[in-house]
């Protein structure tokens, strides 16, 4: 009682502090508790007290941790484990039907479904109805398993609801009391001695009851009706079933009386008590009562009755009143009337709070006695009632749980103990794995544990097993317990979800901060890895992983990279896998080879499976029969796997003593006696029910919510059809109990899990999906029609009160006279993407729809459904984009690509892939990039243009900014990937041997998956230097890394784990590493050293004759290669050796070096023969023999050989050079030249041999990376086929990767710090080109009248866009060495003012010539004034500033004037009226607070001001003000003080303005470089608060900002250069409207003159136009009427939209013309060439 008591108290004080907090509006409690330190007062991993890692907490407020949640997360096993969280309201209606049914048809029909939608929209939780009575047939009854089912439905209700889970509704009858269905043996017995001295009753009640002596002990059965009556259920002939059923009800009230009269004599006897004697006289809706509500717990939270009473019931109308009151006879059944009054007026009131009762009183009235029309206002408020009355106690369940229920890691954890459980309860046997589990947990094995075996051997439960023996085991230690039986809950499917349920967990119980949790893969992968060394000797930690082959594939889970191989001490990790599926077996054995940490799981064997059946049959008090233990043994003998053994004790289960023998056989294979099951269950259900009901489970993506089941089956018009043969229901729904009815003949096989925040079920074990796919889905027809009612379903066709069209069969039509059609709402749900708040704010997704629907429409071959349902439906790709990881979205594309090509899927697919960097943390950025990249191909590709439209209409609402024109790489083209991620440029880049991975290095390591384009691991090894070099061994395993600062990092590939050897050559620097699979070599110019792959030194061996050593080569065959360099910088010779146990010879050559893989030949350039290309063999002898030379006059920085040795290529000064080695021609051999373009030149470098140029698949291109550009070349011919501009800095490595897969691609990295991969196969497509600069844009300028013209301004050049088309009209540079400071573009757009170094020149802007040229130099400001008619330019040297103003075009001094003492960094300002220039000066006492003020039109000084203003700061920045000619701002570092030059005094003012100010002067804005966003009204309004904020203030750090008003006063935009973000806020109502993630760091942000749009100028050269289409100002601008969405027609007639693809080469282009006919050729000859090519190296092998 203390411990709650001080847990209460530390609660107390908790709420206190977050009551006074200042964060209390914007954080939970649950929030509020991380900010605390944690104290454990039973935690033994720490001793208690503070949390370490908290120790240093500002708070001394100390909080336990939840003992309930502790002991989940510490996987403490037992039968008090807490109940699972629920995410279903399940309600059991109980009611005598007939006297109800009015009110229950009108609950169905309004209420049911309103509280379904109120759930899922508020809570996210599922509504289900469960009324057994409704839709229930005579022939339901045959079996007497009713009663029961309906038990079973309340227990589910209880244990799955939240909140409400019964209610009863009565009145004036008591219903059916039906006879046992099952009497215990013993009370049978005194039964029938009571019925002795009655031998008819005697012989009538062991006629009916049967004795099954395989119940222990005995019980005695009812027979089902129809062994009797045959035709009870006979509805083919009416006559015959009447007669039956009639007899039936005869023969029970006959047995009725029978028992009652011999219960009453055992009563008188006290042979039984009150309560059994009870149990022949119990109504069901009592017993249902009874476990509903009088034995249930918390009824005042969970239950509800409604009570009517009717007045003056006429009980002679004996047809109507019969309905709703017991009638015995003609009159009055009193004995169930005292009944019900003692159940009604007694029992319920004693066991439920009066305001859970609800009571009504009605009049009878007309011939039915109740009716809608009579009777409206009652049940509007018997509706209006009930509605809100099951809300209440919703919402309250809601708030009354505690933070569990919406922890979802808790839920998750706690379903995987409770499947442990169960698990474990009915497992037996193994002994000798379990004890080999349990010494692997004893001993000092730091290797993971493999279990493996064939599916159904039971891995699963000996994993559930060993897991729970952990305690015992670890008796003298606290060991904590992580279990995952992955594939069975959404966080146990795929790998990220996976790997953060378990890091929480461990952080969780070692008190690590939970925050520091990364999001991102792959640092989540090294991440998990960490937290391992948590584990303690005093807490172990014990880890199982069942099933690995269930986990998705998707983000490489299935290459078991985030698996440890190396375990840290008190860690050990059990897993289990499937030996054939997916290939993960084998996989796992690669990264363990260790073949004593493999347990292979074989079947149980006929003995133990034998024992294993008795010990459960005795579980469940049953037993078999010794004839039908011989069938079960022969069966046994036949297959023992467990889930076999499992089939058939379920299969026996239901065997009776007198069963006959056709009902006792057993199938002798999983398979077989899965479909006797199915068949079994088709014959007691109908075939059409139980096929598709099971159809629907079996081809649903990951399972289905009862509801959802529900559903479906009520929209199945077949199912429907065969249900309602015989009668027509009040609602077209399938009745609750038939589906419960099949769900109970599957005990154990259908499981529940959560999938996308439901609970769904779903098959446990593979082959019930194997049986079902093979029973049902064999017919191609029926399994499209499954997957098309699905596809119906999530899209809410029929949602929403929409009626759905029927047709009534023949059979109905003629036994029912019912029209042929009719129309019908099924009350299914609306499927939206999203569902919002009442704010408009998005409140949940619909995770269902997004992931389910796709998956159908693909497998019903509903393309144009999907493509516009989905692929090409912006609202669903953005809410599945944003609600999912990116590569679900992605998965959809790829599976509709492996079915049908679609080449605007294709492109779709890769422009999400290509902005899948910015998309996985900006999912609003959806619209943008789409319509940034795919802006070309709008007129060409109809889907793509709905899809764009979508974005231009729909996507303004997540981001209002939409990029005007075509402004990013559109996919299609060579580019595939753009990889990002590393801080510096990646020198470091290599490629797995399977060209599966691509391993970078800079000052971290970055693992791309080549095949999707994501980062695959992220390694931080912490190191300061830059990767220089990178190695991968052969057996990719590890890579091998040296940095600038002489340190040496060791990787392993497959886990993340790292080593760094500090120093690893002595004296001069080292040069570079190669590695083999156990050794890697590093180097220096003095020597080289041998380390074993673990970083041990195994050998210094120095350089012969003190050579400097330029690059070694290891190889396999230990024919290890030397190059080494001339002692004399200046000569250009080198020495290449070949070095083994029999070769040390040497082979001189200079300048450039080619060999080939075996070492054997070489080509060179050799001083005999300057720069001819010589060829050289090694001979058996060891010498090198001269074989041919090719001549060449022109000196080689490198040569290349392609993969298969067959072309040579040449790098010169003006291109390159390329032989075809095969060729059979003359010594000399033909070169095709390949030139660069005008302008372009190659640059040596003198210490590498390493070559910028390598050849594609079948050597078709030459490729090479030339400064920013990659030139591909015909290799044939020498034709420049395309120029790529495909970086922004300058290419540093470049490498190929191809294969026999028709892999042809190109690496290549830049020191703009990107990676990026080229399909050369794709090197025809077009390329539609993005105009940009040469240079990084520093500024921007707009002309103010002619919309169309801007300028940026860049270090030496000038661009003259085209603001309608987007295009770059033209460049402008007087010379190739200017500097640019300023410029101007006058309003007109005619003329360009800019300042270089020594000049100030006038431009034609629309000739791009120079008019006029004005020495005047060191000009740091540009001022247009008088219409732009006059240019006032400032510049400044040493301390005097000079002011000269010309005329434009003309270039005519006007005036000039020089000041004395102004700071060069503050700039003059130029009042709004252009008449006075404001200079900052100085006087001669050299104070800074000294304005000169002169006349702007005649340069005239008028005066000086003194500011002496309250608070004065030295300011750093003047700036007029837009609405007063005479004012100006004074800008400081905390202030902004407006200020009247002419009366020379301030005027206001306003703390934290940083001058940016709206053309009104009305409103300023506050950004400091520390983050934040506040609007401030410089002008008092009494409607506004003066200050509002825009983005909160949080420390990020300090970064660039900047902010502007648009002209039009509407918005606030402002840019964060950390973020590399720009939001947008409407100023009326303080909205975010747009969050834009930059392609490049911006420098330069302007807004365009009308207001509605954005200019960018970036880093990378590139000019953006966004507009900003505010969605409540969509009038201000038509995206629609833009000129890039106009259709536009060529002259072929064929739709275009202006956009071409450029045919020559500008330095601001990406330049591509396709080469339509070379294409052609090349894929109608590509086939030929190949096998000609591998005859020739066919031939020229083997003369060789």
Not at 140 to 164: F, K, V, W, Y
Not at 445 to 464: H, R
Not at 1335 to 1363: E, F, Q, Y
Not at 1566 to 1571: K, L, N, Q
Request: hydrophobic letters at 35%; proline letters at 4%.
């Amino acid at each position: 009682m203390e411990s709650k008591k001080e847990s209460k108290g530390s609660n107390d004080k908790l709420v206190e502090a977050f009551m006074k907090s200042e964060i209390k509006k914007n954080l939970s409690l649950n929030d509020l508790v991380k900010e605390y330190s944690r104290v454990d007062s039973g935690n033994r991993r720490n001793g208690g007290g503070v949390s370490p890692d908290n120790a240093n907490s500002d708070s001394d407020i100390s909080l336990q941790k939840n003992p309930k949640k502790l002991r989940v997360f510490e996987g403490l096993l037992s039968d008090d484990l807490p109940p699972l969280n629920s995410k279903i309201v399940r309600i059991f209606t109980s009611s005598t039907f007939t006297d109800t049914q009015l009110e229950r048809n009108a609950l169905m029909a309004d209420v049911y479904p309103k509280i379904k939608e109120y759930c899922r929209e508020n809570h996210g939780l599922e509504f289900q109805v469960v009324d057994m009575r409704w839709g229930v047939r005579d022939e339901a009854t045959d079996d007497h398993m009713t009663t029961e089912l309906c038990m079973n439905e309340i227990r589910n209700c209880q244990r799955l609801s939240t909140g409400p889970n019964f209610v009863v509704f009565l009145g004036q009858k008591y219903g059916y009391r039906p006879i046992p269905t099952i009497i215990d043996g013993a009370e049978f017995k005194k039964l029938e001695e009571c019925t002795q001295q009655f031998p008819e009753d005697l012989a009538l009640l062991q006629k009916w009851y049967q004795v099954d002596t395989n119940t222990v002990p005995p019980v005695y059965i009812l027979r089902p009706i129809s062994t009797v009556y045959y035709n009870f259920n006979n509805k083919r002939n009416a006559k015959l079933q009447e007669a039956d059923s009639n007899a039936w009800w005869d023969t029970m009230c006959d047995l009725q009386k029978i028992l009652r009269r011999a219960v009453e004599v055992l009563l008188e006897k006290k042979m039984i008590d009150e309560e059994g004697a009870h149990n022949y006289y119990m109504s069901v809706t009592e017993r249902e009562i009874q476990n509903g509500i009088l034995r249930a717990k918390d009824t005042g939270d969970h239950a509800l009755a409604y009570i009517r009473s009717i007045e003056d019931i006429n009980i002679s109308v004996l047809r109507i009143s019969k309905l709703f009151v017991d009638i015995a006879g003609r009159s009055l059944d009193t004995e169930a009337q005292d009944l019900l009054d003692n159940l009604r007026d007694r029992k319920i009131p004693a066991a439920l709070a009066e305001e859970n009762i609800a009571r009504f009183s009605v009049t009878w009235t007309g011939k039915e006695g109740l009716d809608n029309d009579t009777h409206k206002e009652y049940i509007e408020e018997f509706c209006n009632h009930f509605y809100h009355s099951i809300l209440k106690l919703v919402d309250d369940a809601v708030k009354k749980n505690d933070e569990l229920m919406h922890d979802r890691i808790y839920a998750d954890i706690l379903q995987h103990l409770h499947m442990c459980l169960n698990l474990v309860k009915l497992f037996k046997g193994r002994e000798e794995i379990i004890h080999r589990v349990t010494e692997y947990l004893k001993g000092s094995n730091n290797i993971p544990l493999i279990m493996y075996g064939e599916s159904g051997c039971g891995k699963t439960s000996l994993l559930a097993k060993s897991a729970s023996l952990v305690r015992e085991v670890y008796n003298d230690a606290t060991p904590v317990l992580l279990i995952r039986f992955l594939g069975t809950s959404p966080d146990s499917s795929t790998i990220q979800p996976l790997l953060h349920s378990l890091c929480v967990q461990i952080s969780y119980l070692y008190d690590q901060p939970i925050e520091d949790i990364p999001s991102d893969l792959v640092l989540l992968q090294g991440y998990f890895k960490k937290l391992l060394s948590c584990a303690t000797k005093e807490s172990p930690m014990v880890i199982f992983l069942d099933s690995l082959d269930q986990i998705s594939p998707t983000d490489g889970a299935h290459s078991l990279m985030w698996l440890p191989t190396r375990l840290p001490p008190n860690v050990k990790f059990v897993v289990s896998s499937l030996p054939k599926l997916y290939g993960v077996l084998d996989t796992l054995f690669k990264l363990i080879s260790n073949k004593g940490n493999r347990i292979e799981i074989t079947p149980l064997g006929a003995d133990l499976g034998g024992n294993i059946i008795k010990t459960w049959l005795e579980r469940k008090q049953r037993d078999v029969s010794s004839s039908q233990w011989e069938i079960v043994n022969a069966a046994i003998s036949k297959c023992n796997l467990p889930l076999y053994v499992k089939l058939v004790f379920d299969e026996i289960c239901r065997w009776r003593s007198f069963s006959k023998p056709q009902d006792t056989v057993l199938s002798h294979s999983i398979h077989e006696i899965i479909n006797k099951l199915f068949e079994r269950i088709e014959n007691s259900h109908g075939k059409t029910l139980v096929s598709r009901a099971l159809g629907y489970i079996t081809a649903s993506k990951s399972g289905l919510s009862e509801a959802e089941l529900e559903d479906l089956l009520s929209l199945d018009e077949k199912v429907l059809n065969d249900v309602f043969q015989y009668h027509i229901p009040p609602v077209r729904r399938i009745p609750p109990l038939l589906w419960t009815r099949i769900r109970n003949d599957l005990p154990g096989y259908l499981t529940e899990r959560e999938a996308d925040g439901v609970n769904v079920i779903n098959w446990y074990h593979r082959q019930f999906i194997d049986v079902c796919k093979e029973r049902y889905f064999r017919n191609l027809n029926f399994l499209n029609e499954i997957h098309s009612n699905i596809s119906d379903y999530f899209c809410g066709t029929w949602g929403g009160g929409r009626e759905k069209p029927f047709e009534y069969s023949e059979l109905q039509r003629s036994r029912l006279g019912s029209e042929k059609t009719g129309l019908s709402d099924r009350k299914v749900p609306l499927q939206p993407n999203v569902h919002f708040d009442s704010d408009g704010n998005v409140c949940r997704y619909n995770l269902r729809k997004l992931s389910e629907l796709p998956h159908h429409l693909l497998r019903s071959n509903r393309y144009d459904d999907l493509y516009n349902e989905c692929l090409f439906n912006y609202g669903f790709l953005r809410a599945k984009i944003a609600s999912m990881p990116l590569q679900m979205t992605l998965a959809d594309f790829e599976e509709l690509q492996e079915k049908v090509f679609d080449k605007d899927t294709k492109i779709l697919a890769d422009t999400i892939r290509l902005s899948a960097s910015i998309l996985t943390h900006y999912s609003d950025m959806l619209g943008p990039q789409i319509v940034g990249r795919l802006l070309p191909l709008y007129s060409t590709h109809p889907k793509i243009r709905n899809l764009i439209q979508q974005c231009d209409t729909d996507g303004i609402n997540f981001c209002s900014l939409v990029p005007t024109h075509h402004c990013y790489h559109t996919p299609g083209g060579p580019l595939q990937y753009s990889l990002e991620g590393h801080l510096f440029a990646p020198y470091g880049i290599s490629i797995t041997s399977d060209t599966r991975y691509l391993i970078s290095a800079s000052n971290r390591i970055i693992i791309f998956d080549l095949s999707t384009g994501e980062v695959f691991r992220t390694i931080f090894p912490g190191v300061e230097g830059i990767v220089s070099t990178l190695s991968i061994s052969p057996n990719d395993k590890y890579c091998v890394c040296s940095t600038t600062i002489n340190q040496v990092i060791i990787c392993n590939i497959q886990t993340g784990d790292f080593q760094i050897i500090e120093k690893p050559v002595e004296e001069t620097s080292l040069l570079g590493v190669s590695s083999l699979s156990s050794e890697f070599v590093v180097y220096n110019s003095r020597a080289w050293y041998v380390y074993s792959i673990d970083g041990t030194l195994k050998q210094r061996t120095p350089v012969y004759q003190a050579t400097p050593l330029m690059e070694i080569r290891l190889k396999q065959n230990k024919e290890h290669v030397f190059i080494l360099e001339s002692v004399d910088e200046n000569d250009r010779d080198r020495t290449f050796v070949v070095l083994n146990a029999n070769i040390d010879d040497h082979f001189q050559f200079h300048t450039a070096l080619a060999v080939t893989k075996d070492s054997k030949t070489v080509y060179s350039c050799i001083e005999l023969s300057d720069f001819d290309i010589a060829v050289y063999t090694r001979s058996p002898r060891f010498c090198w023999e001269y074989q041919r030379s090719f001549n060449n006059t022109e000196e080689v920085y490198s040569l290349c050989l392609s993969d298969d040795e067959t072309h040579l290529a040449a790098t010169v000064a003006p291109g390159f050079k390329v032989w075809d080695l095969l060729a059979k021609l003359s010594k000399e051999g033909k070169e095709v030249v390949m030139s660069l373009p005008h302008g372009i030149r190659n640059i040596p470098n003198k210490h590498s041999l390493a070559s910028l140029c390598l050849f594609s698949r079948r050597n078709e291109f030459l490729c090479a990376g030339v400064r920013k550009y990659i030139f591909v070349w015909d290799v044939k011919n020498g034709t420049l086929v395309k120029t790529l501009d495909a970086h922004f800095g300058r290419i540093c490595r470049l490498m190929s990767v191809t294969g026999p897969d028709r892999t042809n691609k190109l690496i290549s990295s830049s020191l703009d710090k990107t990676i990026k991969v080229w399909n050369i196969e794709n090197i025809y497509e077009d390329v539609y080109s993005i105009d940009r600069m040469e240079k990084p844009v520093d500024d921007i300028c707009m002309a103010a009248d002619h919309i169309s013209r801007a300028i940026t301004i860049t270090r030496n050049c000038l661009g003259l866009w085209n603001l309608s088309d987007g295009r770059l009209l033209k460049t402008l540079s007087s010379s190739g060495s200017s500097i640019i400071s300023q410029a101007k573009i006058t309003s007109n757009g005619l003329y360009i003012v800019s300042a270089e170094l020594g000049n100030v020149l006038i431009w034609n802007a629309e000739e791009g010539k120079t008019l006029q040229t004005v020495p005047l130099r060191n000009v740091h400001q540009l001022i247009l004034n008088e219409n732009d008619t006059r240019c006032i330019a400032i510049s400044s040297s040493l301390n005097r500033v000079k002011c000269t103003c010309i005329e434009v075009p003309r270039a005519k001094e006007v005036y000039t004037f020089e000041l004395e003492g102004q700071k060069r960094n503050k700039n003059a300002v130029l009042t709004c009226d252009g008449l006075s220039l404001v200079f900052p000066t100085t006087n001669k006492a050299g104070e800074t607070n000294i304005l000169s003020v002169y006349h702007a039109k005649t340069g005239a000084h008028q005066f000086k001001v003194t500011l002496k203003y309250s608070n004065y700061q030295e300011f750093h920045t003047l700036l007029p003000m837009p609405n007063d000619p005479s004012q100006i701002a004074i800008i400081d570092n905390n202030k902004g003080v407006i200020f009247d030059i002419k009366k020379k005094s301030a005027v206001k003012s306003i703390n934290k303005w940083n001058g940016v100010v709206n053309s009104t002067g009305k409103y300023g804005l506050y950004a400091p470089t520390r983050g934040g966003l506040e609007l401030l009204a410089l002008t008092k309004n009494p409607d506004k608060p003066q200050t509002q904020t825009l983005i909160p203030r949080v420390a990020e750090g300090v970064f660039y900002v900047k902010c502007l008003f648009t002209k039009n006063d509407k918005h606030v935009v402002y840019y964060h250069r950390g973020h590399r973000t720009i939001r947008v806020f409407r100023i009326s109502d303080c909205k975010q409207l747009a969050h834009y993630k930059c392609h490049a760091q911006v420098n330069a942000m302007e807004g365009t003159a009308d207001g509605t749009g954005l200019l960018l100028g970036a880093e990378d050269g590139s000019f953006v136009i966004l507009t900003i289409a505010d969605p409540q100002n969509a009038n201000n601008i038509k995206i629609e009427e833009l000129p890039s969405r106009q259709l536009i027609q060529d002259p072929n007639g064929s739709a275009q939209n202006g956009f071409t693809i450029g045919s020559h080469m500008m330095a601001a282009k990406v330049v591509s013309k396709p080469l339509s006919k070379v294409r052609q050729h090349l894929q109608s000859k590509r086939q030929a060439k190949e096998d000609k090519m591998n005859s020739i190296l066919k031939d020229y092998t083997s003369k060789v």
